[in-house]
């Protein structure tokens, strides 16, 4: 498949020139320049880069009803010699179509996720800040658009790159609830996929456990509430006895993080024993009566890594000294200097701009 060239067609208005990349709201800010294709007839077609603008979608729109939508979140980052490069996109491609296939989606060819995405970004490259802990958010995703309220799957899409500046993410530790009623993903459904349902149904039990001053819940199996499966929308890693535990991704209720796959590659490489397996609540509360559980953090790539320093089950309450944590802050450090080219890219993750 060869580079195909996208037609572009320049934001006469660009923010940029006045944007203050010191008040970047993630999530909030969008680029000049937004990537669309539209799926007709069993073929991708329409391809364009074009100013970022809203559009109009009928009312009977089939995504707007039964939720066939999915998406992806990446990070492209600039180094202090102004050099771009975006970190494992080639992952969230496999993924995203592993997403579209379980949503009775079509799935997308290489040219226009990535040849589209390197594009879109060397056209929006002013947008990211080289500052320590910066980055562009790039956010992929595909809607059914057909006009339509039978319950079938489209037979018309949009897929749709959206870029956006984003901070230092400075979050403060968080406190964490297992979750012991409501769940995230159960095996056989789409725990696996990034589509949008997962998301609006989380934010309920989230809601409940923030009345009681937590921040996130830790989802457990959907069938005991015995094992834990991720915090929030990140996957979670725990430092028992030494090692690293994270939960295995083999029931498909574990979404496959990039950051994960790479935070178990980089912990290793550090000399770190990493278990992928079902790790279950009775099991962390014993490891903390003995005063061998010492870490839990959460990995993704909108926060890369974030500490917790509560996590309680039910009324048996577990605190971490934040400031003397240690794996979580060198895998931190490890995976920003990867991205920001302080140290050799060993593992070719970088797709240089
Ligand atoms: C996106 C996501 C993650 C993290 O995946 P990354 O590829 O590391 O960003 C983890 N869990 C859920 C539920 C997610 O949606």
Same mark, same amino acid.
């Given at each position: 498949?060869?580079?195909?060239?996208?037609? $572009?067609?320049?934001?006469?208005?660009?923010?940029?020139?006045?944007?203050?990349?010191?008040?970047?709201?993630?999530?909030?800010?969008? %680029?000049?320049?937004?990537?669309?294709?539209?799926?007709?007839?069993?073929?991708?077609?329409?391809?364009?880069?074009?100013?970022?603008?809203?559009?109009?979608?009928?009312?009977? +729109?089939?995504?707007?009803?039964?939720? /066939?939508?999915?998406?992806?979140?990446?990070?492209?980052?600039?180094?202090?010699?102004?050099?771009?490069?975006?970190?494992?996109?080639? /992952?969230?491609?496999?993924?995203?179509?592993?997403?579209?296939?379980?949503?009775?989606?079509?799935?997308?060819?290489?040219?226009?996720?990535?040849?589209?995405?390197?594009?879109?970004?060397? *056209?929006?490259?002013?947008?990211?800040?080289?500052?320590?802990? +910066?980055?562009?958010?790039?956010?992929?995703?595909?809607?059914?658009?057909?006009?339509?309220?039978?319950?079938?799957?489209?037979?018309?899409?949009?897929?749709?790159?959206?870029?956006?500046?984003?901070?230092?993410?400075?979050?403060?530790?968080?406190?964490?609830?297992?979750? /012991?009623?409501?769940?995230?993903?159960?095996?056989?459904?789409?725990?696996?996929?990034?589509?949008?349902?997962?998301?609006?149904?989380?934010?309920?039990?989230?809601?409940?456990?923030?009345?009681?001053?937590?921040? /996130?819940?830790?989802?457990?199996?959907?069938?005991?509430?015995?094992?834990?499966?991720?915090?929030?929308?990140?996957?979670?890693?725990?430092?028992?006895?030494?090692?690293?535990? %994270?939960?295995?991704?083999?029931?498909?209720?574990?979404?496959?993080?990039?950051?994960?796959?790479? @935070?178990?590659?980089?912990?290793?490489?550090?000399?770190?024993?990493?278990?992928?397996?079902?790790?279950?609540? @009775?099991?962390?509360? &014993?490891?903390?009566?003995?005063?061998?559980?010492?870490?839990?953090?959460?990995?993704?790539?909108?926060?890369?890594?974030?500490?917790?320093?509560?996590? @309680?089950?039910?009324?048996?309450?577990?605190?971490?000294? $934040? &400031?003397?944590?240690?794996?979580?802050?060198? *895998?931190?450090?490890?995976?920003?200097?990867?991205?920001?080219?302080?140290?050799?890219?060993?593992?070719?993750?970088? *797709?240089?701009?």
């Amino acid at each position: 498949m060869s580079t195909q060239k996208i037609p $572009v067609t320049l934001n006469p208005n660009p923010k940029l020139p006045t944007f203050d990349m010191n008040a970047i709201a993630f999530g909030k800010n969008f %680029t000049d320049h937004m990537l669309v294709a539209d799926y007709e007839n069993g073929e991708w077609k329409n391809v364009e880069i074009k100013p970022y603008a809203p559009f109009e979608i009928d009312p009977s +729109c089939a995504t707007l009803h039964y939720g /066939q939508t999915i998406f992806e979140g990446i990070k492209a980052y600039k180094n202090e010699k102004g050099e771009v490069a975006i970190f494992r996109p080639d /992952q969230n491609f496999i993924r995203f179509n592993t997403s579209a296939k379980r949503m009775q989606m079509p799935t997308v060819p290489e040219w226009l996720f990535m040849d589209g995405m390197k594009q879109l970004i060397e *056209l929006e490259k002013g947008w990211i800040p080289n500052m320590p802990e +910066c980055s562009l958010y790039i956010r992929p995703f595909m809607i059914a658009s057909d006009p339509f309220l039978g319950v079938r799957p489209s037979s018309t899409y949009k897929f749709m790159i959206i870029l956006g500046p984003s901070g230092a993410y400075f979050s403060a530790p968080m406190k964490i609830l297992i979750e /012991q009623q409501y769940t995230r993903a159960t095996p056989g459904g789409v725990g696996f996929a990034k589509n949008g349902g997962n998301y609006g149904a989380s934010l309920y039990p989230v809601s409940l456990a923030q009345a009681k001053g937590y921040d /996130q819940v830790l989802w457990t199996d959907a069938i005991e509430h015995k094992y834990v499966e991720e915090v929030g929308m990140m996957n979670v890693m725990f430092v028992i006895d030494g090692k690293v535990i %994270t939960p295995s991704v083999e029931k498909g209720t574990v979404l496959k993080g990039v950051t994960r796959n790479s @935070a178990i590659t980089l912990l290793r490489d550090m000399g770190y024993e990493v278990e992928e397996r079902y790790l279950s609540v @009775a099991e962390i509360v &014993d490891a903390h009566k003995k005063g061998l559980f010492t870490e839990v953090f959460g990995v993704g790539t909108a926060a890369v890594v974030s500490y917790i320093s509560r996590l @309680a089950h039910a009324e048996y309450v577990m605190d971490f000294d $934040v &400031d003397a944590l240690k794996v979580a802050p060198a *895998l931190k450090k490890q995976l920003n200097d990867i991205r920001m080219g302080n140290i050799v890219d060993k593992h070719g993750w970088l *797709l240089h701009i």
